[in-house]
């Protein structure tokens, strides 16, 4: 995350994401910082939370948080954090949550923008995903925006950071997971899908879509149907399509059984 200068200690800001951090048994924030002039109701929640949890809170001016949060829209609020911790896929995978014989993890290739980041963990967070994969290269971090723009999901979501995407695949391949891969150019019909055990739904950048080699790992290409003269969605948008697709298919399915 994006650091305090003086501390070396990463921060989150803003109501939300701060709220969320603080609700978490392992809190990882240190100390908060608050606007002199923050008196609201969110922020005085905040400062009940942090009571409880003994975090100091700390009035500063304005342009204080300002530089904190690196000139960003921060509500009057910012928390000085211990270092984002990344999650192991492996572990990620035995923590599954979703049924004992179905795991749902959301890979992203080449997303380097850090709202479209936090835009598809809260996604992946909404439609029950047990993890967000992302490779340590081509890759946005999760940094204080990616949890803002998360909601503050990331907080919740564990993100797994892999140094091949290629062979994280087949790594999954391996253990059993079929591996969706988003290419709207020749993927066939989402319809037509079935997503049958666990899965690992790939998504590439906006700017090229998936990587060929990527492609290549992929069991399946799935497109989504569209009309209309704009023939792209946003990646965020189109993740959260694709997940709400295989969330009422496994739920069909289970209702069927």
């Known amino acids: 995350m994006a650091g305090d200068v003086q501390s070396g200690m990463d921060i989150i800001y803003g109501i939300n994401p701060v709220t969320e951090a603080l609700k978490m048994e392992s809190c990882r924030i240190l100390r908060i910082a608050v606007s002199r002039d923050a008196g609201n109701e969110p922020v005085q929640k905040i400062m009940v939370?942090?009571?409880e949890k003994n975090i100091p809170v700390a009035f500063q001016e304005k342009r204080e948080l300002e530089k904190l949060a690196g000139h960003r829209s921060h509500q009057g609020i910012v928390g000085l954090c211990k270092p984002f911790a990344y999650a192991e896929l492996d572990r990620i995978i035995e923590n599954r949550h979703q049924t004992p014989l179905r795991c749902l993890l959301l890979l992203l290739d080449g997303i380097?923008?850090?709202q479209n980041l936090g835009a598809l963990?809260?996604?992946a967070h909404c439609f029950g995903?047990?993890?967000v994969v992302v490779p340590g290269h081509r890759s946005a971090s999760v940094n204080?925006?990616?949890v803002k723009a998360?909601?503050?999901?990331a907080l919740y979501t564990p993100v797994a950071r892999i140094a091949n995407m290629a062979r994280a695949l087949d790594d999954l391949k391996e253990k059993g997971f079929w591996v969706y891969g988003a290419d709207a150019a020749s993927g066939q019909d989402m319809n037509a899908a079935s997503y049958h055990g666990d899965v690992g739904l790939v998504m590439g950048s906006e700017g090229e879509g998936l990587r060929s080699i990527i492609k290549k790992?992929?069991?399946?290409?799935?497109?989504?149907?569209?009309k209309g003269k704009i023939d792209s969605l946003n990646v965020s948008v189109a993740a959260g399509i694709l997940l709400h697709d295989i969330h009422r298919k496994w739920a069909s399915?289970?209702?069927a059984e």
Request: hydrophobic fraction near 45%; charged fraction near 20%.
């Open 144 to 146: 204080a925006t990616v």
């Open 217 to 226: 790992k992929c069991d399946f290409l799935l497109s989504i149907p569209m």
């Open 253 to 255: 399915k289970k209702g």
């Open 129 to 131: 995903a047990d993890g």
């Open 121 to 123: 963990i809260r996604t």
């Open 49 to 51: 939370l942090a009571a």
């Open 150 to 153: 998360s909601a503050g999901a």
């Open 112 to 114: 380097t923008d850090p």
